[in-house]
């Protein structure tokens, strides 16, 4: 299927490395302009670099999108390149694992600012831009339905355990907060031709992460998590959650709208 992205301009936090990196892959690959962003400079640099090479159009900017002007540079960063913003990824997210009974409101804090507040500033500072494209917002016409063919699209990378019980409560509040958050926006932003969903992946494995990191100091415990808790028998990969996305953000998902799809195989137990 031809996702028809090829030229849209897409916004990606988070993508020196792990999902945020294949999601990148996986849009360069459909012909996206890409921004993408991290703290450290050298990883980002390197993953532009290949991005590059594979012949993507890729501005780099090295931010920490908790930083309140953060955003606002990252879209103009954007703009500035390629003169328009179609896609926004809200990819960038991690945990705090203190004992609830000792973590501190600090703690709280720097959780919600990075799985929460970021998205919330970042999709405010895109979405003059979003708005813009060449929107065509769906009417049912006598000659059959013309589709939202070209609007802006959001997505924002949850969690399975924003859907449902699991990991820390600090996690789970702010997963299940980005969830809510995109739903809403989804029924805000719709008049405007702007589609906001969210993904949930499952335990997601690539070299250095975190699931590979746990394997590597105990294979044997993770071998008895993963046949106990994924019926698939194996963690996800990068580009399974990636695959996702790109068609989230493509029109080919025109009518796909304020939901949160899982990429789990069917490791959570969620009814909705
Ligand atoms: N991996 C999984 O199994 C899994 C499962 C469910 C959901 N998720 C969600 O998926 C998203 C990506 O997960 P991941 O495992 O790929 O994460 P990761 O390996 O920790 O990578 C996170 C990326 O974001 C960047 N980053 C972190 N903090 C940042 C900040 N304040 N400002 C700018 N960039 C920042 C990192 O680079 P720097 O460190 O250089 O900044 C890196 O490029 C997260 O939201 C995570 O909660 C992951």
């Not at 917002?137 to 699209?153: C, E």
């Amino acid at each position: 299927m031809d996702l028809a992205l090829d030229g849209r301009v897409a916004l990606i936090t988070g993508a020196s490395r792990g999902i945020g990196k294949g999601i990148a892959q996986a849009l360069a690959r459909e012909g996206c302009k890409l921004v993408i962003c991290a703290r450290g400079g050298a990883g980002l640099a390197e993953t532009a670099g290949a991005l590059r090479a594979s012949g993507a159009a890729v501005r780099d900017v090295a931010c920490d999108v908790t930083e309140p002007d953060a955003p606002q540079r990252l879209v103009d960063a954007a703009v500035a390149a390629y003169g328009r913003l179609d896609i926004l990824v809200n990819n960038v997210g991690g945990n705090n694992r203190t004992p609830f009974a000792e973590q501190s409101d600090a703690e709280w804090q720097e959780v919600i600012d990075l799985n929460l507040l970021a998205g919330v500033r970042m999709t405010r500072a895109a979405l003059p831009h979003l708005a813009a494209g060449d929107t065509v917002v769906g009417t049912n016409t006598a000659a059959g339905d013309d589709a939202a063919a070209n609007g802006g699209a959001v997505v924002f990378v949850s969690s399975i355990w924003g859907r449902e019980l699991g990991g820390p409560a600090v996690y789970v509040s702010t997963k299940a907060a980005m969830i809510g958050l995109a739903g809403s926006l989804a029924r805000d932003l719709a008049p405007l031709g702007v589609r906001v969903n969210s993904v949930a992946p499952g335990s997601i494995r690539f070299p250095g992460g975190s699931w590979d990191r746990r394997v590597q100091a105990d294979p044997d415990g993770m071998a008895e998590f993963v046949s106990q808790e994924i019926p698939g028998g194996r963690f996800g990969t990068v580009a399974e959650v990636a695959d996702v996305v790109a068609f989230l953000v493509s029109p080919r998902a025109s009518w796909v709208n304020g939901t949160c799809i899982p990429v789990d195989g069917c490791q959570s137990r969620s009814l909705i």
